[in-house]
């Protein structure tokens, strides 16, 4: 905790010198939504990186990307306290130091999945885009909410694992939790609808160089193709044309015009000639085909989740992270549809569930009566709290199942797809991962072909 106030001492210190670049750092006035950040940051940020320094290993070396992670953003409050707001290409620059150790955050959950603190890593990624407020008006209290949720999975089962084993990691997951409680009370207090900027000062800079040369025009059209039907001699082009069919016609008898090369003049048997010439031409280029217009973009739907009948539509949601159906009813049927990169929990006990052309979706459901359809989709992962009777997996590449004690009887039925596997819980709430074969061995007995699973040693 010495080691960050420290670091906001500093941080003050830079930004009286004129960090900022604006009336607040010069004066050496800190503004009040920057003190208040300052307070979140010596409070339960210094309660959780210091409990990840007790617990250490890979969570102490998340926690400390973390810090750098909220360090970036009080440097961005700064700035942002006495500066105007600026364009939206200097806008995106100035976030880019907190988008960066986003990234990095999530990539160190991604190299250490084998890590016995697995959980607390997934806790942390999945949540850690919530620093992504800062540019998501005009609702960044909600934005983070959702982030928080998104992590409530992995934090309830630390809880489950180490609550009768050792309470620091409860205390750990409670710190953790209440920095993004607290966060979102911030931003109702000083940001509602977005970061505020300051009215007076100069417009923020991201640094970048100016009056640098324009940019290059872009290249011309490509040249007309060529007409083969003409050329610089008029209509010699035809007149050439008919005289190789002539030629062609001969058969045979079409060699007896070509003259024989002897073989002190050829490279290939003439050293002295190999030694003499120079690099050798290349014949001529391969065609290259013309340049085509550039594709326009694809069109992007706005995201659906509603009540249609007794259809729950969940369509086109992107980096949509805690999405929650909780009214439901036993006749009712949820339709995933282009979701990616997002999570949907089903509270309650539904008819049927459907995921389709989805990609990195997280699905979480009570009880399904019917079944669940996984279709087109790739890299997703369902769990069942409760029971379900079927699921089953079409044209999908990477899909993990995860069953509860009460679904181990659910009979999973697949189809030209690959990567899936089905996580098993154990008696210590530990899961056990079991591929779903994906190669089989078809013989005649007699009377009908017999089909087994096999496994092919490389």
């Not at 070396?61 to 700035?79: D, I, N, P, S, W």
């Not at 990624?125 to 609702?139: D, H, I, N, Y």
């Not at 084993?165 to 966060?183: C, F, G, P, Q, R």
Request: charged share 20%; with cysteine; proline share 7%.
């Amino acid at each position: 905790m010495a080691e960050l106030v420290g670091l906001v001492q500093r941080l003050e210190a830079m930004s009286s010198s004129g960090g900022g670049g604006g009336p607040a750092a010069a004066s050496g006035v800190v503004s009040v939504y920057v003190e208040a950040y300052d307070k979140l940051l010596s409070g339960p940020v210094a309660q959780y990186t210091a409990l990840s320094q007790k617990i250490g290993g890979d969570v102490q070396k998340h926690a400390e990307l973390m810090k750098q992670a909220f360090t970036c953003q009080r440097q961005l409050l700064v700035t942002a306290s006495s500066s105007q707001k600026p364009s939206d290409s200097v806008l995106t620059s100035l976030l880019a130091p907190v988008s960066k150790v986003i990234q990095e955050v999530q990539a160190f959950r991604e190299k250490n999945r084998s890590s016995p603190l697995f959980n607390h890593l997934s806790a942390v990624s999945e949540s850690v885009p919530a620093l992504g407020w800062v540019a998501m008006a005009p609702k960044p209290g909600p934005y983070v909410k959702d982030m928080q949720d998104a992590a409530m999975f992995y934090t309830n089962r630390v809880l489950k694992d180490y609550k009768e084993k050792d309470k620091m990691h409860v205390e750990w997951v409670n710190a953790y939790v209440s920095i993004w409680t607290e966060l979102q009370a911030y931003i109702k207090q000083h940001h509602t609808t977005g970061l505020s900027w300051s009215k007076t000062g100069p417009v923020a800079s991201g640094g970048a160089p100016s009056g640098g040369a324009p940019a290059p025009p872009p290249p011309g059209p490509p040249p007309p193709p060529m007409d083969l039907d003409k050329s610089s001699g008029g209509d010699s082009g035809a007149t050439s044309r008919n005289a190789l069919f002539a030629s062609l016609n001969k058969g045979a008898d079409i060699t007896k015009g070509l003259k024989h090369v002897p073989d002190d003049q050829k490279t290939h048997k003439n050293p002295t000639l190999k030694a003499q010439g120079g690099p050798l031409l290349s014949g001529p280029k391969p065609f290259a085909a013309r340049p085509t217009a550039a594709a326009s973009p694809a069109r992007t739907l706005p995201p659906v989740l509603e009540l249609d009948g007794k259809k729950w539509k969940v369509e086109n949601q992107e980096g949509a992270h805690g999405l929650v159906i909780s009214d439901t009813e036993l006749k009712q049927v949820v339709y995933a549809f282009k979701c990616n990169n997002s999570t949907v929990q089903v509270k309650g006990k539904i008819n049927s569930i459907t995921l389709d052309n989805c990609k990195k979706l997280g699905l979480v459901f009570d009880d399904v009566v019917g079944i669940v359809e996984v279709i087109n989709c790739k890299d997703v992962k369902v769990q069942v709290m409760g029971k379900v009777p079927t699921i089953s997996i079409n044209k999908t590449d990477g899909c993990h199942v995860y069953l509860s004690k009460d679904s181990l009887s659910c009979e999973i039925v697949s189809a030209k797809s690959s990567e899936m596997n089905v996580l098993v819980p154990n008696k210590d709430g530990e899961y056990t991962e079991i591929p779903v074969p994906e190669q089989f061995k078809t013989v005649w007995d007699g009377s009908k072909l017999v089909t087994t699973a096999t496994e092919i040693a490389g």
